[in-house]
């Protein structure tokens, strides 16, 4: 990527990671923003925060990428970072039925509550799959929920990167095809999605939750 990209951009667009912890929500954000190899990392605590620049169909796009803990202490402190979101990824761990059993039972209502966009783009994510002999969810049963609840799906390894790219790519390629959400991110988000500040913590030990 050009790193002259950051000094500009056309629009900004704000995404959100959920799930329980442990399906490694922070391992795919490190592999998507970092080129460092990813470890093993120790649970969130409340939420972190990374920003990454890409250039999609000639457009330069600043995304700003929320990841939240999984654990249901934090959950009343996350539910106000569904606020403008226009892109949410769901993601499970195909290897722990419970992670996928949650996203109809907690996540997927999550959204419903507190996202403040209709149009929002929600993308359901089975990561892990580089532990395909532990596999206990099919990649059909991914399917089949995503057509359920209307969500793009795609599986992948936070931990080789394979397809951690085309996850986000798909994701905000849907975003830039929709016209209500083109708006927002051309124009009010730039100017208030940073004034959302969050908790302070260390970021070499926030993680894999």
């Not at 704000?14 to 912890?21: C, F």
């Not at 592999?31 to 999609?56: C, H, M, Q, W, Y």
């Not at 059909?140 to 793009?152: D, N, V």
């Not at 790219?165 to 798909?170: A, N, S």
Request: glycine share 6%; hydrophobic share 35%.
């Amino acid at each position: 990527m050009d790193p002259s990209a950051s000094a500009d951009f056309d629009y900004l667009f704000k995404l959100l990671l959920i799930g329980d912890s442990g399906v490694g929500k922070s391992s795919l954000l490190l592999s998507f923003t970092s080129a460092n190899a990813i470890e093993d990392l120790s649970p969130t605590i409340g939420v972190d925060f990374k920003v990454k620049f890409v250039t999609i169909d000639g457009k330069k796009l600043k995304l700003a990428i929320w990841d939240t803990a999984g654990q249901e202490r934090f959950r009343t402190l996350t539910s106000s970072y569904y606020r403008g979101a226009q892109g949410v990824i769901m993601v499970y761990d195909v290897t722990r039925r419970e992670t996928f059993t949650n996203l109809s039972d907690i996540w997927a209502k999550e959204i419903d509550m507190h996202s403040t966009n209709q149009d929002c783009i929600k993308m359901l994510v089975g990561n892990k799959v580089d532990k395909e002999s532990d596999r206990v969810v099919t990649k059909k049963e991914g399917i089949e929920f995503a057509r359920e609840y209307g969500c793009l799906f795609i599986e992948c390894s936070a931990k080789t990167r394979v397809n951690v790219e085309q996850c986000f790519e798909e994701l905000v390629l849907k975003i830039m095809d929709t016209p209500s959400l083109i708006a927002e991110g051309s124009a009010t988000m730039k100017k208030n999605i940073f004034r959302q500040k969050p908790p302070v913590s260390d970021a070499s030990t926030s993680g894999c939750c």
